[in-house]
């Protein structure tokens, strides 16, 4: 058991590990400009040759979607009635406990812990948290709604694609079914390097209100996860798919979020950090519970 979740979690974080030590050692790592080529280039083609290639049904897709939306709707709710009750501010940490790092963090870990079929899925809940993050989750953090975000949202058009060619059963040429995942290929690694080096250049400076949020995100989210798995009847790799993603650490977007609309950027970043470190711990022990 223990070589086996040694072998879901080690690629992970040793590869994050790459980006944080590169970081640390002063060498420069632009994820300004790495950013828009993973979400915009890497993760639609990653996206489409999932999709095409995974022995899935449109069923078990829209499944997924359903429990990404109904995870994501719960932590909203739940996450302002918090916040409300403690006097903090719902613009800077509510986008934080509701939308987890299910991209950088949950898709490579849904694919070693569950192979192929468990990267579709994933997929199908990450599509719903991304979509949301940078539409209501930047319309949180901004106290402005802008709907054209979603159009803007490349991830949402592969997903598009992806599903009209998944449902009239359709072949695209060889050519263009190897450029797409030799382009997605690049993704994961390039998520999850960019991920180290974004926390190798975050700090943290207070430790009491990010240190009792980020244990809420990770063990709450479980418990969500778990929650709606049983509600809607999930098994196997579906299951446990819905339950890693909803235990995601917070993702580096809701600190970017804060930042640029200057809401508490600093007890922001110190979630991200604080609930990564601590996923070091809660993930392993998850996934043996899962596996």
């Known amino acids: 058991m223990l070589a086996q979740l040694f072998a879901v979690i080690a690629p992970v974080f040793f590869t994050a590990l790459v980006g944080f030590t590169w970081i640390k050692s002063g060498r420069g790592f ?15 083609c990653l996206v489409v040759s999932t999709l095409l290639k995974a022995d899935i049904s449109l069923d078990h897709l829209a499944r997924m979607a359903g429990a990404g939306a109904l995870a994501h709707l719960a932590a909203l709710v739940v996450g302002f009635v918090l916040l409300k009750a403690i006097g903090r501010s719902v613009s800077a940490f509510l986008p934080a406990l509701s939308f987890p790092n299910t991209g950088n963090m949950g898709l490579p870990l849904c694919l070693f812990a569950f192979g192929e079929q468990g990267l579709a899925l994933a997929i199908g809940y990450f599509v719903v948290s991304a979509v949301g993050q940078f539409t209501l989750g930047y319309a949180i953090a901004a106290g402005t709604v802008d709907i054209r975000r979603l159009a803007r949202t490349p991830i949402l058009w592969a997903v598009a694609v992806a599903l009209v060619l998944m449902a009239v059963d359709a072949d695209i040429p060889l050519w263009a079914a190897n450029t797409i995942q030799l382009i997605g290929q690049f993704t994961i690694p390039l998520m999850l390097m960019t991920l180290g080096a974004s926390l190798a250049r975050l700090s943290v400076r207070r430790l009491g209100l990010p240190a009792a949020l980020s244990v809420l995100r990770l063990v709450g989210g479980a418990a969500l996860g778990l929650a709606i798995a049983s509600i809607m009847g999930l098994e196997g790799a579906a299951r446990g798919v819905v339950v890693l993603q909803t235990a995601m650490p ?33 993930l392993p022990l998850l996934l043996a519970y899962l596996l």
């Open 30 to 44: 632009d994820t300004d400009k790495l950013t828009p080529l993973i979400t915009s280039v890497g993760t639609p």
């Open 250 to 282: 917070v993702a580096v977007f809701n600190y970017l979020f804060a930042q640029l609309h200057d809401n508490q950027p600093e007890e922001v970043a110190g979630l991200v950090v604080i609930s990564t470190a601590l996923s070091v711990v809660t």
